[in-house]
C-alpha cells in the first residue's frame, strides 16, 4: 500500500504529483462479496509502493461461497476459482509479512505510511481495518504512523469542472483509452498509479494536504470496531473503537 517518496524540487509551476519524504505511499484496491463494508469479505487485494514494482497481490477464499453473480460478472472471479485460494487468515498474515519485509525494511524506513486509493475512506480503508481486526498479530507499525490519502477527494479539487469522477472516467479522460483490467484489483491499481504520474498538483506536498489521520475513518459513519491489530498500546484506543465487533 505505499510508495517511497522523495521531494522532486522541479522549478515548473505545476509539481507533479509530489509526494513528502520519508513518507511511504502504497496504492491500495480491494474487490469484495459486495459494497456493505460491515459484512462483505475481501475476494482480492492488491498494493503497490508508488513509482516502485513492490506490490503485493492476492485473492482471498471468502467464508461464504458462492458469491453473488453480480460480483462474478463485474470482476471476472467466480467461485469455483475462489474455493482454491487461502482464507483471510493466511493471506491477512502473509499482507504482513511482505509490509515488513519488503516494504518497512527496505533501504529508506518511512517515518509514516500513507496509504492512497480511488474512494479508499468510505471504502477500502474500513473493508480492510475489520478484516485486519481478525488477525491474531501486532502490526509493525503503530496506528498513529498511518495516514490516507483518497483520491477521489483530491481529483474534485483538481478538476472541478468534470461531470464523472470515476476511476475508470478520470483514466479514459486522461489518456483517451479505456483502463485495462478495470475492476480487478491489481489493474486498477495499476491505472491509478499511471493516473498519480500524470496528474500535475499546484505545490509541493499537496498530495499532503489531501491526508487524513487513518483513526479518523469513522467520520465516515460507516462502520465502528476495534483494530488492535495496529496499536502498540491498547490503552490509546478512542472511545469510538471500544464497540464490539461482530464477526457475524
Not at 173 to 200: M, Q, R, Y
Amino acid at each position: 500500500v505505499y510508495v517511497v517518496s522523495h521531494l522532486r524540487d522541479l522549478a515548473s509551476k505545476d509539481v507533479s504529483f509530489c509526494l513528502v519524504m520519508s513518507t511511504l505511499h502504497v496504492v491500495l484496491d480491494l474487490e469484495t462479496t459486495g459494497l456493505d463494508v460491515k459484512t462483505n469479505e475481501i475476494i482480492s487485494m492488491s498494493m503497490r509502493v508508488l513509482h516502485s514494482d513492490c506490490r503485493f497481490d492476492e485473492f482471498v477464499r471468502p467464508r461464504k461461497l458462492p458469491i453473488p453473480y453480480a460480483v462474478t460478472r463485474l470482476t471476472g472471479i467466480g467461485s469455483d476459482f475462489l474455493s482454491t485460494k487461502d482464507s483471510w487468515e493466511v493471506v491477512g498474515n502473509r499482507m504482513c509479512d511482505w509490509m515488513e519485509r519488503d516494504v518497512l525494511q527496505g533501504s529508506i524506513k518511512p517515518s509514516t505510511i500513507t496509504l492512497v486509493g480511488h474512494n479508499i475512506r468510505r471504502f477500502d480503508v474500513p473493508i480492510l481495518l475489520r478484516h485486519l481486526a481478525l488477525l491474531a498479530r501486532k502490526a509493525p507499525i503503530s496506528f498513529n504512523q498511518i495516514r490516507v490519502v483518497d483520491t477521489l477527494i483530491v481529483f474534485k479539487r483538481i478538476y472541478p469542472k468534470l461531470k464523472c469522477y470515476k476511476q475508470s472516467f478520470m483514466y479514459q479522460h486522461l489518456f483517451g483509452e479505456k483502463p485495462p483490467l478495470a475492476h480487478s484489483a491489481s489493474g486498477d491499481v495499476d491505472a491509478l498509479c499511471k493516473i498519480l504520474g500524470h496528474v500535475s498538483i499546484p505545490k509541493k506536498g499537496e498530495l499532503q494536504k489531501y491526508s487524513y489521520d487513518i483513526l479518523e475513518f469513522h467520520h465516515t459513519q460507516v462502520v465502528n470496531i476495534a483494530p488492535v491489530f495496529f496499536l502498540t498500546n491498547k490503552s490509546t484506543l478512542p472511545d469510538f473503537f471500544t464497540h464490539r465487533y461482530n464477526t457475524q
